[in-house]
C-alpha cells in the first residue's frame, strides 16, 4: 500500500497512466499486478474511503 500515491488531485489516475504502476508492478509483483485495471478501481475505493474517515463525510453509491 505504500507504493500507492497519496495527496494531489488525479495522482492515482497518473500513476496507472503514466507507467508508475507498471514499473511498481515488475518490482514488487503479487495479485494487484495481474489485473490492474482491478486493482486502479480498488485503489481509488481504498483512497475515498481513508478521505471519508478522515474527514468525517459519508460515502454513498447510487
Given at each position: 500500500?505504500?507504493?500507492?500515491?497519496?495527496?494531489?488531485n488525479l495522482a492515482l489516475s497518473l500513476w496507472f497512466l503514466e507507467g508508475g504502476a507498471e514499473r511498481t508492478?515488475?518490482?514488487?509483483?503479487?495479485?494487484?499486478?495481474?489485473?490492474?485495471d482491478a486493482a486502479f478501481y480498488v485503489a481509488l475505493y481504498l483512497r475515498a474511503?481513508?478521505?471519508?474517515?478522515r474527514y468525517g463525510?459519508?460515502?454513498?453509491?447510487?
Open positions: 500500500m505504500d507504493a500507492i500515491p497519496a495527496g494531489e508492478a515488475r518490482v514488487r509483483p503479487g495479485p494487484w499486478a495481474e489485473d490492474r474511503a481513508q478521505y471519508s474517515l463525510c459519508p460515502m454513498t453509491y447510487s
